[in-house]
């Protein structure tokens, strides 16, 4: 994961949290997406629930967890 600190936009955040969201979870191998913002200090998960996105956020703290694989990572780690 890369990451790049860039100054939002709220074009941005609607293309972050729609066209991309969408466009990446029409790939059967996504199984999560998540969007920081630094702005806000905040992260939202998104994630493969069954056959639904289900999504998480926005969160300053706490741990996302990632299953599959398997991988806990603290969202405060994410932020910096």
């Given at each position: 994961m890369s990451r790049r600190p860039r100054h939002r936009h709220a074009s941005f955040e609607h293309s972050d949290?729609?066209?991309k969201l969408i466009?990446?979870?029409k790939l059967s191998s996504v199984q999560h997406y998540v969007v920081i913002d630094p702005?806000?200090?905040?992260v939202t998960h998104h994630r493969r629930a069954g056959g639904?996105?289900?999504s998480a956020g926005p969160l300053s703290s706490g741990t996302l967890q990632f299953d599959?694989?398997?991988l806990n990572v603290e969202v405060a780690d994410l932020l910096g």
């Open positions: 949290t729609s066209a466009g990446y979870f702005q806000t200090r905040a639904a996105v289900a599959p694989p398997g």
